[in-house]
């Protein structure tokens, strides 16, 4: 059984099913950055949006698996079976501490991708409640991926868990203004 299992109180590392219903909504997020990225080409303004996404979306596992001081082996392995990434558990343990080194400009910033994707739904997605929605999808998933990671080594820490929560929380605070 998988992360979902364990929320029920199963305990095992991440399942395949998990993995593919992790990378299903990834490839979901990643279309839609695809689709601005596309929009901003036409307007003369090309940006690599989704090689952003990929690494905000890496530090932000990363920041959490380190929220404990450690680095677990089955993280890493869930990193990189959710992103087809290939880091090293030292890799994510040097990226962890240049992370924690930044403290709470770290914690408090947007991500640069996710910033521009919901600029891009608001402008995109006129109809009503279309972009609040959309937005909070995007938080929706930074939270589900975290909660993952997190449970990916069987045994989440509180510090894990809480920095899921206040960092998925700056996200949904900054969607209002």
């Known amino acids: 059984m998988g992360f979902f299992g364990r929320i029920t109180g199963k305990a095992s590392a991440l399942s395949k099913d998990d993995v593919n ?11 839609l950055t695809r689709e601005c990225e596309m929009v901003m080409a036409q307007a003369g303004k090309a940006i690599p949006l989704s090689e952003q996404l990929v690494n905000d979306l ?6 959490l698996c380190s929220a404990d001081g450690k680095v677990m082996p089955a993280e890493v392995e869930a990193i990189n ?15 962890g501490k240049e ?27 006129t109809e009503l409640l279309e972009a609040p929605k959309l937005g909070l999808a995007l938080v929706d ?11 990916s ?17 700056m996200l949904t605070e900054r969607l209002k203004k």
Do not use: N
């Open 58 to 63: 890496l530090e932000y596992v990363i920041y």
């Open 21 to 31: 219903a992790l990378k299903e909504q990834y490839g979901s997020v990643i279309a």
């Open 81 to 95: 079976s959710i992103f087809g990434s290939t880091l090293s558990q030292a890799e994510c343990e040097r990226i």
């Open 99 to 125: 992370i924690e080194a930044m403290g709470e400009s770290w914690q408090t910033r947007v991500p640069p991708s996710f910033a521009v994707l919901y600029e891009y739904i608001k402008a995109t997605r």
């Open 141 to 151: 998933f930074y939270r589900t991926v975290g909660i993952a990671i997190a449970h």
């Open 153 to 169: 080594d069987c045994r989440p820490d509180d510090k894990e868990l809480q920095a899921i929560k206040a960092y998925c929380d």
